[in-house]
C-alpha cells in the first residue's frame, strides 16, 4: 500500500477501505508516514468529506492508536457525556453527581485544553486538595462505591488525535466535520463508556456558529456512535449567551453547588434535565422523559444530588469544608461592577468576547503554559431578553489584575441593547438519535 | 505574515496576494515553511485553482527564486520552444537548426528527467563526443555566430520548482493546471528568451489525455507569458500514435537529420512547418504563416537547415562523421520484426505503451539512475489509417537485451484495427495565442 495512491483516491473522491485508514493512521503514530502527506490528504478530506463508514473507520482506527480502557468491571451502564464547549459551561460539574445521584454510572475521563475559562478539571481543582490523578483501580472502586469519578486522561489516550491535532492546527484543516467528529468521538470511545450523550453548541460563544452546523456535527458523531454500537445521543444547545451566571473557575464552582442545592439559574438547570434525562434513559433507569425528569428535579430538591457532590469531592481527596462555607475560596482583589449606559432589552451577548474578557482577567489559558488565577471571572447579572435601566449593573468582574479598563469597556461592547421587546433564548433546540 | 493563515485563505477560495505567494515561494525554498505546510496549501490549490493574476504571481515568485539568465548580449530576437512531452518527440532536433537557418536565435536550456525515451540532452548526447555543459560565454558566442545552442540547465534554475515537484510528486497534487503551468513557465521564463513557443500534446502518449485537457492548459501558460509580458503561443498536437516512426535516441538522431535533409515523416515535418511558422512570427523574420512555410520548406530542401545542424553538432563537439554517415552508429544486436496477425486499418495506437515497451527496451529511464542505451528502441511501420495485411511488418523492436518477449505482445497489443476505413489523424488541431 503506497500513502501517494491513498491520497490520489480522495482527491478523486474515492471510498476510502477501513485497510487504506488504518494504514494510514498507524503509520502516522509510527512516524513512517510523514507530516507532509498526511496535510495533504487532510485537505483533500476537507474539500471531498468522507461517507459515514469511513469516518466511522478513521475513528475506530484512531481509538485504537494507544489505550482503550475497559470498564466492565463497573456494576451499571456507565454513560459520557461531553461538550463541545462553551462559555460558563459548569455542565459537567452538575450533572455528574445529578445522574449518579439516580443510578447512572459516570466514569469519566477529561482533557485539558485551551479556552476562555479551564476545562472541567481546572474547575474541579480549584477546589483546595481536590486530585485528578487516580489509579486504574481506584477511579473503578469509586464510580463502583459512589457512583462517578473525573479524572484526567491517561497520557497515552489516542496519540493519533494529538499528532493529527497538532497537525491539522498548523495546516489549514481544523474546520471539517469528519475530522472533528473523529477526534471526538475517539476520544469518548477509547474512555469505554456504554452510552454517550453528546452537547453540541452553537452560537458566538461555541465552535459551531450555528444550528445547521451543530447539527452537520451532531449527526456525525451520532452517526460513528451507531457504527460502533454505541447508544449515542446529541443535544443541540444555544450559546448565544453565557451558560447561567458565572464565567470563572471558581466561580462556576459556587454556582453549579447552587445548582445542586436546587437554586441553580433556570437555563443552566433546564440543560441539566434535559441532558440528564437522556442519559438515564440511556442508562435504563427510566423509559420515558417525564420520568426521568421528575427524577432529576427531585434530587436536585431533596439533597440526593448534592450529597453526590460532596462524596465526589471527599473521595478525590478535594477539602469538604470549601464545599459546605464557598466564602472560604474568597474573592479576587478587584470586584468591579459594569454598569449600563444605555437602556433597553438585551437583544444579543457576544458571548465569544465575554469568554475573551474573562481569559483576559486570568482565569483561562491562552498557551498550554498559561497558569489559571481561579478566582477571576465575570459574572452575568443580565442575559438576552432581560430589560435594563440606564446604570444597572450587567457584570461583575472579578480580577487581580490591577489593569482592567479595556476589559469594561469590552464587556459594555458585548451587550446589544434593543428599544423593542426580545424573547429570551432557549437552551435546548433538537435531540440527535 | 503567517503560512497558515495563507492556507486557510484558499482553502476559503479568497486570492492570494502577490505578496502572500512571494512569501510561500521565497519561505519554502530557504527551508523556513515546512513540507507539511506547502502541501496542504498545494491541495488546496488542486481543488480551488487560481486566478492567472495569481498563476502570474506565482511563477514569478519560482523563477526568482534562482538564477534568471540574461540573453541580452545575443543579437536577434530569442525564440524558446517547449514540448510537454510525447513518444518520438525529436521536433527539437529538428526545429531548432531549421528556424535558426532562418534567421531566429535559439539559446535553449534543456532539463533533464524521466521517461519513455530520453530528453533532448539525452539524444544529442547519443552522437559521440557531443557536450551540453557550456560556459555561459560560450553559449551566448555560439548563438551569435550559429544562430543555436542546447545545453543543461544551470543547477540553481528555479530551485522552487525542483522542491514543489519533489514534494507534488508524493502527496498526490501533481495534476494541477495551475501548478503544472507556473512549472513550466518558470523554467523557461528564467532561461531569459524573448518569446515562447508551446507544444502541448494530447493524447493517449501524452501528459494531457484530450483536446480539452490540453487547450486549459496551454491557455493558462499562454496567460501567464501574456501577464510576463512575453510573446507567447502555443500550438495543441496530437500524441494519439507516436511522432514520426522512430522511439528511442539514436533512432531519433537518425530520423531528425533524414527530416532536416527533406526526407522526413509527414506528420513530424508538418509540426516542425506549423512551429516553425510561430517561431519564425515571433522572431519578426515573417509577418504571415504562408511566408514563414515556404521559407522553412526552402531551407529543408536546399540543405541550410542541415547546414546549421552540421555546425551546431561540431560547436558542440560531436563526431561529424557520424552525422555524415549514420551507419556509424551500429545497430542493437536484437533487431526484431513484429507482424501482425490480423488485417484491417488501425484505428488507434495505444502510444504511453509504445513508450513503455521502448523504456522496457532500454531507451529511457524509470529511475533517476538508469542508464540509457542510446541504441534502443522502436521503429513504428504503420500508423494510424494505414491498411495491414496479415503477416504486414508493424514495427522494428531495436534491444540489446536477449529477452523481449513481452515486448513484442505489447506491442502488439497496442495497434487496434477496424475492419472500415479509418482516416489519418492531423498532428496540429489548434494555436493558442
Redesign the interface.
Known amino acids: 500500500m503506497q500513502?501517494?495512491d491513498i491520497?490520489?483516491k480522495?482527491?478523486n473522491n474515492e471510498e476510502l477501505l477501513k485497510e487504506e485508514i488504518t494504514y494510514f493512521i498507524d503509520g502516522y503514530v509510527k512516524g513512517i508516514i510523514?507530516?507532509?502527506?498526511?496535510?495533504?490528504?487532510?485537505?483533500?478530506i476537507?474539500?471531498n468529506g468522507m461517507s459515514s463508514q469511513e469516518v466511522a473507520d478513521l475513528t475506530f482506527a484512531m481509538m485504537n492508536s494507544g489505550d482503550v480502557i475497559d470498564l466492565s468491571s463497573i456494576i451499571g451502564v456507565k454513560v459520557d457525556k461531553h461538550s463541545t464547549g462553551g462559555v460558563g459551561d459548569k455542565t459537567s460539574l452538575v450533572l455528574g453527581p445529578l445522574v449518579a445521584s439516580c443510578g447512572a454510572k459516570v466514569a469519566k475521563m477529561s482533557g485539558r485544553g485551551l479556552g476562555h475559562t479551564g476545562g472541567t478539571l481546572d474547575k474541579l481543582e480549584s477546589i483546595p486538595g481536590f486530585q485528578v490523578e487516580e489509579s486504574r483501580d481506584n477511579f473503578i472502586k469509586q464510580v463502583n462505591e459512589i457512583g462517578i469519578a473525573i479524572v484526567g486522561q491517561s497520557s497515552n489516550l489516542v496519540p493519533a488525535d494529538k499528532k493529527l491535532y497538532a497537525?491539522r492546527?498548523?495546516?489549514?484543516?481544523v474546520q471539517s466535520v469528519p475530522l472533528i467528529a473523529s477526534s471526538i468521538m475517539s476520544k469518548k470511545l477509547a474512555t469505554g463508556s456504554d452510552a454517550i450523550c453528546l452537547d453540541v453548541k452553537f452560537g458566538s460563544g461555541a465552535f459551531c456558529k450555528n444550528l445547521k452546523e451543530a447539527k452537520t456535527l451532531a449527526t456525525a458523531m451520532v452517526k460513528i456512535g451507531h457504527h460502533m454500537k454505541k447508544d449515542t445521543r446529541a443535544l443541540l444547545t444555544n450559546m448565544d449567551q453565557p451558560l447561567g451566571n458565572a464565567v470563572g473557575n471558581i466561580l462556576e464552582v459556587k454556582e453549579a453547588i447552587e445548582t445542586l442545592k436546587g437554586n441553580g439559574p433556570e437555563d443552566l438547570v433546564e440543560l441539566c434535565l434535559q441532558a440528564g434525562s437522556v442519559m438515564l434513559m440511556q442508562a435504563k433507569i427510566v423509559n420515558n422523559q417525564k420520568d426521568a425528569i421528575e427524577l432529576l428535579k427531585n434530587n436536585l430538591q431533596n439533597g440526593k444530588a448534592f450529597k453526590v457532590f460532596e462524596d465526589f469531592v471527599r473521595y478525590q481527596k478535594g477539602d469538604l469544608s470549601y464545599i459546605n462555607d464557598v466564602s472560604k475560596f474568597g474573592v479576587a482583589k478587584n470586584v468591579i461592577e459594569v454598569k449600563s449606559s444605555f437602556a433597553g432589552y438585551i437583544a444579543k451577548i457576544d458571548t465569544e468576547n465575554i469568554g475573551i474578557v474573562a481569559m483576559n482577567l486570568g482565569a483561562g489559558r491562552e498557551k498550554k503554559e498559561d497558569k489559571i488565577d481561579y478566582q477571576a471571572g465575570i459574572i452575568i447579572k443580565k442575559k438576552c431578553g432581560d430589560y435594563v435601566k440606564v446604570g444597572d449593573v450587567i457584570a461583575i468582574l472579578h480580577t487581580n489584575h490591577s489593569e482592567y479598563t479595556n476589559e469594561i469597556e469590552n464587556i459594555i461592547k458585548s451587550f446589544h441593547l434593543k428599544k423593542e421587546k426580545v424573547d429570551s433564548i432557549p437552551i435546548v433546540y433538537d435531540i440527535i438519535y
Open positions: 500513502m501517494t491520497i490520489l480522495k482527491r510523514p507530516d507532509y502527506q498526511v496535510s495533504a490528504l487532510l485537505m483533500a476537507v474539500f497537525l492546527d498548523v495546516t489549514g484543516t
